[in-house]
C-alpha cells in the first residue's frame, strides 16, 4: 500500500518561493512517474507538474518557467520548487502517484 505525505506548504508573499515535498512509502516510487496537482476553491483539482522515473519533466502552461518538479528515487521524495509565487497559483497542492495514490495536500496561499 502506497502513502503520500506531503510538506512545505505555507503563506508567502506575491514574488516569494516555497519548496514543496512528497515523502513515499512502499517500493513504487521506483517504478512510477509522480505528479503534483491544484485545487482552488470552488474550482476543478488540475495537474501543475509531472515527472517521469527517468527525470523527464512535463509542465501546466500556468508555471512554466517559474515551477520545478525534480526527485530523489533514493529517499523516494518527490519536490516542486515554486518560485515567482502570484496570488493565483493559491490553492491546496497534492502530491499524485498515478492510478495508486494521493496525499492529503498542502495548503499554499500566495498574499500580502
Known amino acids: 500500500q502506497v502513502q503520500l505525505v506531503e510538506s512545505g506548504g505555507g503563506l508567502v508573499q506575491p514574488g516569494g518561493s516555497l519548496r514543496l515535498s512528497c515523502a513515499a512509502s512502499?517500493?513504487?516510487?521506483?517504478?512510477?512517474?509522480m505528479a503534483w496537482y491544484r485545487q482552488a476553491p470552488g474550482k476543478q483539482r488540475e495537474l501543475v507538474a509531472i515527472i517521469t522515473l527517468g527525470g523527464s519533466t512535463n509542465y501546466a502552461d500556468f508555471v512554466k518557467g517559474r515551477f520545478t518538479i525534480s526527485r530523489d528515487n533514493a529517499k523516494r521524495t518527490v519536490f516542486l520548487q515554486m518560485n515567482s509565487l502570484k496570488p493565483e497559483d493559491t490553492a491546496v497542492y497534492y502530491c499524485?502517484?498515478?492510478?495508486?495514490?494521493w496525499g492529503q495536500g498542502t495548503q499554499v496561499t500566495v498574499s500580502s
Open positions: 499524485n502517484m498515478p492510478a495508486l495514490a
Open positions: 512502499g517500493s513504487m516510487f521506483s517504478i512510477k512517474a
